[in-house]
């Protein structure tokens, strides 16, 4: 079992940053990617942005040049550095944990980030 810890979520101007963090415990040798996914009201949970354990990294089209995903592998967390924020990236953002067995798929509670225009 692996447990997810987000934070970091807030109310921000547009334009502004935040970083949000994702802390695993349990069987962390047992995930491979790690991921933020978000979803507005009304709408479907979509992928933000992923890192595997080796670093390699996918972005939704939406965030790419102003989100980062990084991963600390002593602290078993991973970051996503949000920049240049809009109103449309109001959600909540989940944090993800894939295994290399592929299942089961652990999700965090969810942080909420609220971006002002």
């Known amino acids: 079992q692996v447990q997810l810890v987000e934070s970091g979520g807030d109310l921000v101007q547009a334009g502004g940053s935040l970083r949000l963090s994702c802390a695993a415990s349990?069987?962390?040798?047992?995930?491979?990617?790690m991921g933020w996914y978000r979803q507005a009201p009304g709408k479907q949970r979509e992928l933000v942005a992923i890192?595997?354990?080796?670093?390699?990294?996918n972005y939704a089209d939406s965030v790419k040049g102003r989100f980062t995903i990084s991963r600390d592998s002593a602290k078993n967390t991973v970051y996503l550095q949000m920049n240049s924020l809009k109103p449309q990236d109001t959600a909540v953002y989940y944090c993800?944990?894939?295994?290399?067995?592929?299942?089961?798929?652990?999700w965090g509670q969810g942080t909420q980030v609220t971006v002002s225009s």
């Open positions: 993800n944990a894939l295994p290399y067995s592929l299942s089961p798929v652990y």
């Open positions: 349990g069987d962390t040798f047992s995930i491979n990617n």
């Open positions: 890192i595997s354990r080796r670093g390699n990294t």
